[in-house]
């Protein structure tokens, strides 16, 4: 597929440009109307590349792309998902370059979205585009691409249900993870799931003048940090009654197969620039983020956060707190047990609620499958370099509902970098994962 | 006064809102002019009401109002003491009417400053109007108004110690804190003091997806919250070694005395919309206000803290901190045990800074003086009921150094009222306050 890259490489970067040019933030109301014009911009691409249909569907929150190319009904069927919604750019003032005007520097496109995931469903058109055109598909391909990944997927499992039978297919497709590095090629065969909620602690119904009640009444944002630091012991252990009641210990022989994954701590804490790592007791860094459940604030705010001082008793404080869920942990259980404990551990005091936001569950996928030996050949083929079974920190939630809706097996090739710094200021994609992950993809579908 | 009060009502309420119309916000750059602009006013009202000279003073922050009517050399003097400047009016959201465009409703003006102190310090300004042109003032009178109460006055220290001569009094009379309640009123005779820093805790250099890394790294806002956590111990105590080594343990004699300051638990319970108190093991509320220190977060931010969820693992996490101090506890060593203590206890697996806002040390005013008695004697005539001396909880940090530089007593004679929520949205002054205030500051003049 090279020189056909070589050959249509501007048109390429048109397409996935005009795509990241869109603001597609899932979360913020006031994007609305650009996440119809990205789902109609992706029926269009989806068309122009060869589908026989491209349709977007309306949900109850944003719509759904579904487009498809049946060639044989006796060929095997590759679902391929993505999403194309973004998360917020904040802190804006970060950014080196426009976020949705994607810029190339040193060989990467810089835009929201520029890995995750419109440049990663990318490939996976412009694989089809190829193969179609060039004679050499010899599947069905159906796509399905939704607006809400990064929002929880809130409608897409029930669109599936409803869409069974159009959705049938013999594999999930996705690429929307990270590889170990460029040198070291990897395939995701397990994700974490996710639980995530809001705290608000309310103390006086008032802002105070922290002069005059300070030391009489209680300030809901050091009680918020007495009731969030007691979620996490000194053993890195997350401190809730049952947290740990689903998670599957893995053997001995199963870490050291994990172990083999290439990793360099000394690179890593450079890298983030920190001096130590920090974690659960008794487990490596890799083993922290891929088989170990953990809970992290991912904000938090409360009382006065303007220049200067301010001397206010506040009467709110908030934290937005979500945990990893590996395998076999239930992510609505988890949700419950942590909110009663929450709950329990409330002094009387304060007031506190617990709002949830989405979750999903965690799986593993078999590297027996042919779906995972094809793509490993595949990817092998490109990197020069058999690929690491790998297992992500991150979480896709919907995969796991699609797995049990459609009772099919997703595969995740993903071509992300940790340079990419998705969800974060700059987040980049480079322009030879791009094309090497689009080759990749014509080659699963050659050997699977 | 009455009478006075009542043929000069509307034009005295046209001045103060001509006051509280200015927006005079002294930690916010972008309200200068309006500094500027309100110590102009106030150097007018001055002039006004009788003053031979009010003039405006730059300084290096906000310019400081000094006026004088000087009648007679051997006469006793008086320096008033009050601040033009306001504190930010956020959440806007909260507030009923316009905080700049002062409003009455059920006999209370509401505005940002209608107490805190345009109100309380305008009643100076009258009282002192009322005694010069009905013949009956046998003081000198001086007044002296700062822009930077509220941060901490960076710069009215320095000015006076250059201006010593023209400061040279024999009291000094303030009005900016509050009396126990509208039935029974008080006479405040001792602040606390304030240590106020800015504690930023960086994890990795740049925000993380927290499902790549949550559980391996560690999350600046969790350290925040164990850090903000450790520092109150289960007894209420402030956990930092050496923070209590000045306070001084009132004896039971004493603790007996404040005691007799009518307090209804369960009203200001009510009042606040709380279940429970909370404060230091073996201390009253009334105690834990007036005479124990104490520490609360009074802001605190990091990560995303918009609408719906983002699974950011943040770099940075921020927590604006407070310590109100007793008065023997010397505010800049308390700065720096905290600011010590905070560094030692910062994990190795991230960076702390602690940055210093304003402090200033409590104090204490006799009981037995000459101005506290004539102030006791004015208010029991207009309140009919003899005040209680009480202890305030609050900071006024200029006054102890006004107090070592002149070599005088500051006398607080405070109308403030819990209701009136100063410092919070929609701050309030009864019109029945302010109008006993002024009787009771002009009775002062007659009984001093």
Redesign the interface.
Known sequence: MKKYIEENRDRFLDELFSLLRIPSVS???KHGPDMRKCAARLAELLKEAGADTADVYPTKGHPVVFGQKILDPSYSTVLVYGHYDV??V??LELWKSDPFEPEIRDGAIYARGANDDKGQLFMHLKAFEYMLREGKLRHNVKFIFEGEE???SPSLAQWALEHRDLLASDIILVSDT?MISEQVPSINCGM?G?S?I?VKVT?????????????????P??V???M???L?DKDGRINIPGFYDDVVELSDEDRAKLARAPFDLEEYKKF?????????KGYT??E??GI???????????????????????SE????I?M?LVPNQDSARITELVTDHILSIA????KVEVRH??GGNGFLIPISSPAYQAASKAMGEVYGIEPVPSR????IPILADLQRILGIDPLLMGFGL?RD?????NESYLLSQLFKGMESIALFYEYY
Chains 1, 2 share one sequence.
């Open positions: 979360s913020l109301e998360q917020p904040d802190p990064e929002i929880g990270t974490r996710l995530y809001e103390g006086p119904d008032k802002d105070l003048h922290s002069g005059h009640y300070g030391g009489a009444v209680a300030n944002i050091n918020l940090c007495d969030v630091s007691s996490i983030l620039d920190i001096k130590e790592v920090k974690g659960e860094t890799l922290r983020t170990r459940p953990c809970l992290d604030v991912n904000g938090i705010w409360g009382g006065y956060t303007g220049e200067g001082a301010k001397t206010v008793l506040p404080a908030y934290a937005k979500s990893r002094p009387d005091y304060v936001y989405h992500g920190g991150g979480s940790e710094t998705i969800h974060s200021p």
